[in-house]
């Protein structure tokens, strides 16, 4: 099994930033992709951004394109997602996921294993 944690969250206005952390723990080794999705009140969960342990590759949607960056730090077992000039709409619940393929994938379904979330609202 794998456990993740975020943490991160929190109110902030309008262009402001925030860094979001996910960090994993049990079983780790046999994951190879982990990302971030986000779900806003009565919409579908999205995919945000992933990232492949083994070889750095990053994908994100076109959302967060130019504005966030997602990094890792493989000894701590952790990623982040660093988002600058945050708008109302990033409002959301964000959510780590983290899959055994390191394909990058986009769909929810490719990532079985999931984190609580972390609240993050943007004022505007």
């Known amino acids: 099994q794998v456990q993740l944690v975020e943490s991160g969250g929190g109110l902030v206005q309008a262009g402001g930033s925030l860094r979001l952390s996910c960090a994993a723990s049990g079983r780790t080794f046999i994951i190879n992709t982990m990302g971030w999705f986000r779900q806003a009140p009565g919409k579908e969960r999205e995919f945000v951004a992933a990232?492949?342990?083994?070889?750095?590759?990053?994908s994100y949607a076109d959302s967060a394109k130019g504005r966030f960056t997602l990094f890792k730090d493989n000894a701590k077992n952790t990623i982040y997602l660093q988002m600058n000039s945050l708008k109302p709409e990033d409002t959301a619940l964000y959510c780590c996921?983290?899959?055994?393929?390191?394909?990058?994938?986009?769909?929810?379904?490719?990532?079985?294993?999931w984190g609580q979330g972390t609240q993050v609202t943007v004022s505007s």
């Open positions: 996921a983290a899959s055994l393929s390191g394909s990058l994938s986009e769909r929810r379904s490719d990532y079985p294993y």
């Open positions: 990232i492949n342990r083994n070889d750095f590759s990053t």
